[in-house]
């Protein structure tokens, strides 16, 4: 089978057998023909499963489509044949698309990618974990201030108070303790002047 630019071959895996790696070249797209592929991150050491691919389905395409390296490491969870897709092809496909079409595809991709980056800043290390609480809370203390009505008793603001007065005693309590995990959530998610600061992390 051919499409331009290239031949589609075909590859067995066994269960456990890597088909890409995070950081690799994106040189491929592969389709699941048998079997089914985990799409998986490494965080903190461990493998955080992303997505589970099946027959008939498309990953691996974003790399290729924006030229950046893979994301994500892809293994195989049972016995699969995998239909590679070279770049080359999907390339030459692309290249006969509208630019409008190309654009789009193009945005549809940073879109992606975005959603991923921010979904992997989930709390990680003890920092975070209190950064989350705060920015949770003022998050909390901004849809009060839009909508005065929810809280006409001022209880939800006194509650979100004591949780800015609990993190701060919280940041200084972790601020000292050995975390070897590194801070990821950004400055941005971090509490207004005033309010319980950033915890200072390892990372």
């Given at each position: 089978m051919y499409v331009d630019g290239g031949a589609l071959k075909k590859?067995?895996?066994?269960?456990?057998?890597?088909?890409?790696k995070e950081g690799d070249a994106?040189?491929?797209?592969?389709?699941?023909?048998?079997?089914?592929?985990g799409i998986f991150k490494t965080i903190d050491g461990a493998d955080l499963q992303l997505a589970t691919i099946r027959v008939?389905?498309?990953?691996?395409?974003?790399?290729?489509?924006?030229?950046?390296?893979?994301?994500?490491?892809?293994?195989?969870?049972?016995e699969s044949v995998i239909v590679n897709v070279p770049s080359a092809g999907i390339a030459a496909m692309l290249a006969k698309q509208p630019p409008m079409i190309k654009t789009l595809i193009q945005i549809l991709v940073d879109s992606l990618r975005n959603v991923h980056d921010v979904y992997m800043k989930r709390p990680r290390s003890l920092g975070d974990?209190?950064?989350?609480?705060?920015?949770?809370a003022d998050a909390l203390r901004k849809f009060l201030n839009r909508h005065p009505d929810a809280d006409l008793s001022g209880e939800a603001r006194r509650r979100i108070d004591e949780v800015d007065a609990h993190a701060t005693v919280l940041h200084d309590l972790v601020g000292g303790w050995n975390d070897p995990r590194a801070n990821?959530?950004?400055?941005?998610?971090?509490?207004?002047?005033?309010?319980?600061?950033?915890?200072?992390?390892?990372?």
């Amino acid at each position: 089978m051919y499409v331009d630019g290239g031949a589609l071959k075909k590859s067995f895996f066994k269960q456990g057998d890597i088909i890409f790696k995070e950081g690799d070249a994106g040189d491929a797209a592969y389709i699941v023909e048998t079997g089914s592929i985990g799409i998986f991150k490494t965080i903190d050491g461990a493998d955080l499963q992303l997505a589970t691919i099946r027959v008939g389905e498309l990953f691996g395409e974003m790399a290729i489509i924006d030229g950046s390296k893979r994301m994500a490491h892809a293994v195989a969870l049972e016995e699969s044949v995998i239909v590679n897709v070279p770049s080359a092809g999907i390339a030459a496909m692309l290249a006969k698309q509208p630019p409008m079409i190309k654009t789009l595809i193009q945005i549809l991709v940073d879109s992606l990618r975005n959603v991923h980056d921010v979904y992997m800043k989930r709390p990680r290390s003890l920092g975070d974990s209190v950064t989350a609480i705060c920015a949770s809370a003022d998050a909390l203390r901004k849809f009060l201030n839009r909508h005065p009505d929810a809280d006409l008793s001022g209880e939800a603001r006194r509650r979100i108070d004591e949780v800015d007065a609990h993190a701060t005693v919280l940041h200084d309590l972790v601020g000292g303790w050995n975390d070897p995990r590194a801070n990821v959530i950004d400055d941005a998610t971090a509490p207004p002047a005033g309010k319980a600061g950033k915890p200072a992390g390892d990372g």
